[in-house]
Structure formats: structure tokens, C-alpha cells
């Protein structure tokens, strides 16, 4: 296992359409992330899961972003009818419980989204 | 308020020099804080967690300033490879990371 892992890399989509992004955490890892990163800022939290179990969501995440991670492993992130406002990074990270004890996140490359 | 507020930089220093970033935090019941490192158009990357007694790695020192509520990251010698933006966080009390907008570093030759 060499880290945790997004698909794609890039995504280029029309304004109006859907688009799904994929991460694959670490595989110990039962804690999984996301966050989008847009120009000159830090990373935003949009949600989390422990397990499948989503615990908690941001008020950035609209009814037209959706999260799943179905099994414990795997996560998507699906955005609906998009608008030129997604343009940004969506990372993923991962960790271990809580990511104490220093361990903080481990972050996949992201997906950087262009809407057009 | 921000929950993390970083100064945004750029901090422009020549090699050698020590530069010096603070963060502030405004809840006071967090526990965990972390400095990130995020090259240009990568992945910000672990550099280290900030403890109550301090941390030391090499040339880095990271001090949390629970009574201010300010956590601050020394880099002494600084090397053309320490031009990044870093990342100041703190983990809640769900531990999610909630991060700062960066402090950008550029080391000139």
C-alpha cells in the first residue's frame, strides 16, 4: 500500500454536468476525508467518514455534492449539475482513528475539478 | 473569525536566515496541532505536530502557546527547498483537521 490514492488527477466538465471522483485510503486506515482547496487556501473540510459511517458534513457541502463509502474502504464524491464555483482541488486523507499522537492525515494528490 | 488565521505571506528571506510563522486558533478546547507543508500544486504533507512541550526535528522548532492560543513554527538555515506554503491546523474535538489558509516562504538565493 503506497499512500492513499484519488481518481483522476484532473477532471475537465461541462457547467451542468455531474462528475464522481474516487479515493482509496490507506488500508489500515478507518478514518477517511475530504476537503476542497481552492486558490491561495488552505484546505476546506466538506465531510468525513469513520468505517462507512458519515459522521459529519460541512454546510459547504450542497445537496448537489454527495459522499459514499460503502464498504469502509473505498470513497466517492459525486457533484451534481455542476457550476464554475466547484473549480478547485478535492483532496482526500486518510488516518488511522483519530490521528492523534502525531500522526495527523495522510493526504492522496487530489482531483483538480475545471468547470468550464 | 476564522478558526485558524495565518498571515498569508510571502515571507521572502535569504538562505540562511531564520524566519519565524505564527498561527492562532480560536477554540480553545483544541487538542492536536499540526504544521503542513504544501509545495505548488501537491498535496499538503505532514511536517510535524506541535506538542505542549514543544518539538525540535532538525532545523524546525514548533511551540504551542496555549494561553495566547497561538501555535508557531521556527525554521532556522533556511534552504532554497524550504520555499513552500505552510500549513498551520488543529484537530477539533471530533479530531478533523481544521486548517489555515498558509503562510507562503520564498528562499532566495
Known amino acids: ?116 | 473569525r476564522k478558526e485558524v488565521e495565518q498571515d498569508p505571506g510571502p515571507f521572502n528571506v535569504p538562505e540562511g536566515a531564520t524566519v519565524a510563522f505564527n498561527c492562532t486558533y480560536s477554540n480553545s478546547a483544541s487538542q492536536s496541532f499540526f504544521w503542513y507543508r504544501q509545495d505548488c500544486r501537491k498535496e499538503p504533507k505532514l511536517l510535524m505536530s506541535v506538542y505542549s512541550s514543544g518539538n525540535e526535528d532538525g532545523r524546525f522548532t514548533a511551540q504551542l502557546n496555549r494561553a495566547s492560543q497561538y501555535i508557531s513554527l521556527l525554521i532556522r538555515d533556511s534552504k532554497l527547498s524550504d520555499s513552500a506554503t505552510y500549513l498551520c491546523a488543529e484537530a477539533d474535538s471530533s479530531y478533523k483537521l481544521i486548517f489555515g489558509s498558509g503562510t507562503r516562504l520564498l528562499v532566495r538565493p
Open chain 1, 1 to 116: 500500500d503506497t499512500g492513499v490514492s484519488q481518481d483522476p488527477r484532473h477532471k475537465i466538465t461541462k457547467r451542468g454536468q455531474n462528475v464522481t471522483f474516487r479515493c482509496d485510503p490507506i488500508s489500515e486506515h478507518n478514518r477517511l476525508y475530504w476537503y476542497r482547496q481552492t486558490l491561495g487556501q488552505g484546505p476546506e473540510f466538506l465531510t468525513y467518514f469513520q468505517n462507512e459511517a458519515q459522521l459529519e458534513k460541512s454546510r459547504l457541502l450542497s445537496d448537489r455534492f454527495s459522499a459514499e463509502r460503502p464498504k469502509g474502504s473505498f470513497s466517492t464524491l459525486e457533484i451534481q449539475r455542476t457550476e464554475q464555483g466547484d473549480s478547485a482541488m478535492y483532496l482526500c486523507a486518510s488516518s488511522k482513528d483519530r490521528g492523534r499522537g502525531g500522526e495527523g492525515y495522510t493526504f492522496g494528490s487530489g482531483t483538480r475539478l475545471t468547470v468550464v
